[in-house]
């Protein structure tokens, strides 16, 4: 059991997370997600509240946990002059292993990173995408219990993003539980096995990804009308279909928060005909964590650049 | 507290072994190791560094040079080269503070304060590389300065011995860029904040002789470390004629000098275990 307590960045944060393979602590930025493990992984110290990690106390025995704990951070630490082999073998040498299990580590985690064919080449000549898996391979050199990852994919383009996915999924398939924090409501969706949601250093809610979805609806339909004026009809028409509708007049849309998407969209197409208005454009997308956090605290997350802002169309 | 129930049961879950980390022998070693593959592959460091040291001896030499009267009859160039090899320590010092400061900035040494290693041997692994490289700053520093001209007068072991002191006031020195290094925050203020070396090294008897200086500074530069190290060393390198310009013993200043390296580094390294340990 992991036992999480309180911190004085992180005043209202008391969670107890049992041992669950990935567990993806969402928030927008200032929310303590990174204070929270800095903390986990021994780099400050909680002014006040317990901390466990495997049954460790962190904040009596830090030598400890840094024994059980693997760290990727926001930054991909690593050494750029030096090849992505000679980092794994590196970093397994301070985890403690003999100069041969470094070097069969490192193999092993270049497999597993994909990364074998780029394996002696200088990490300064790595895409984005490349770095930040060798980063997180890095972190696996030593076999962690717990792996703490803080926004792994900030900043990586889509398709890096869908790598570093997969190296994750990989490696919970090996048996390393996962602490990974994220901004991005889809990020922790596809990799989370359990869902923290904290803003201001307070758990707002948890959960599966399945439970914390209903929370806001399954699925949002939006609607972007021609004319501004139609737009108090079709809030009256979305509000038959789901939950407290929102209008956004600028942007002229409407959209709401339904349970059963496929049947409510068609549903709506109908009711917005048989009312006469003229839309632009109709559609139904996943929830944004803008909208979790909505119906969650009833105020919009502080995110400015969450990538799942509906773009314009 | 509130407990939060998950619907997920965990499964039994292969336990990884505890991963015992290194000491603080191989820890410190691996550290620096990285380092000096990390300078070996930048050649453009070791040419700067080179060239920057090269510019700044032809400088003295041949455009001030002409107009600094050593007070005896000590050539300029006999005076000038020890000044110069002693402070070459100092300038590559600096790389340390912008080097720490990135390792700061980027990452870098949240990622070993993480690994089950002890936390000195991140500081110590640092200080270990570095002096390596200020062993070769020195030894290109040494060359330079026979190449304009620079003759030893004095015994073997004397040269030797000064070449030793070099190597330990620069260890000593690097401890107070890693402070710099660790408190700056980025490279560049690390840069900014190490430039409070340069008083220190002109304002001292490295490339003038003290008494020449206005009262005041001249009382500054009497006394503090660099002009201890720069008299040990031209004492121990210039034989009767730097003797005659320096009246005390030569155990008089290279005692001073050492004295002088060993409160720099526990000072200063004090101060970088305490920031460094602070969490």
Known sequence: MKRYGKTQALAGLDLVVRPARVVALLGPNGAGKTTFVRAVATLLRPDAGTLHVDGIDVLRKPARVRQVIGLAGQFAAVEEAMTGRENLEMVGRLFGLSRKAAKAAAVRVLAQMQLTADADRLVRTYSGGMRRRIDLGISLVGTPRLLLLDEPSAGLDPGSRIQLWDAIRRLVSTGTDILLTTQYLDEADRLASDIVIIDHGTVIAAGTPAELKTLAGDDMIEVHVRDADDLPAVSGVLAKLGHDPRVDVPTRRAYVAVDDGGSRLMDALRALDSHGITVEDVSMRRPTLDEVFLSLTGKPAETADSPEQPADA | ?279
């Open chain 2, 1 to 279: 507290m509130t407990d939060i129930p998950f619907t997920a049961p965990s499964p039994t879950l292969p336990r990884a072994a505890v991963n015992t980390g290194a000491g603080l022998w191989v820890s410190s070693l691996t550290v620096a190791g990285r380092m000096l593959r990390k300078f070996a592959r930048t050649p453009q460091l070791i040419a700067f560094t080179a060239i920057q040291s090269a510019l700044f001896l032809l400088m003295f030499r041949f455009a001030f040079g002409g107009a600094i009267r050593t007070g005896g009859s000590l050539s300029y160039v006999n005076f000038l080269v020890p000044g110069f090899i002693a402070t070459t320590v100092l300038w590559s010092g600096m790389g340390a503070a912008t080097g720490v400061a990135e390792d700061v900035d980027h990452g870098f040494v949240d990622r070993l304060r993480s690994l089950p290693i002890p936390r000195a041997a991140v500081l110590i692994g640092r200080s270990l590389a570095d002096t390596a490289l200020l062993v070769w700053g020195l030894v290109i520093a040494v060359v330079f300065g026979f190449a304009v001209g620079f003759r030893l007068h004095g015994s073997v072991s004397g040269d030797l011995a000064a070449f030793g002191l070099c190597v330990v006031f620069g260890f000593a020195f690097e401890w107070i860029f890693i402070v710099i290094g660790l408190v700056s925050g980025n490279a560049q203020a690390a840069q900014q904040m190490g430039l409070v070396i340069t008083p220190l090294v002109f304002l001292s008897s490295a490339y003038v002789p003290v008494a020449s200086m206005p009262d005041g500074v001249r009382q500054f530069s009497q006394f503090q470390p660099v002009t201890s190290m720069v008299d040990a060393v031209r004492r121990l390198t210039t034989g009767r004629q730097g003797a005659a310009l320096l009246p005390h013993s030569t155990g008089h200043y290279v005692g001073l000098s050492l004295v002088w390296a060993a409160a720099i580094f526990v000072v200063f390294g004090s101060l970088a275990v305490l920031r460094f340990a602070r969490r």
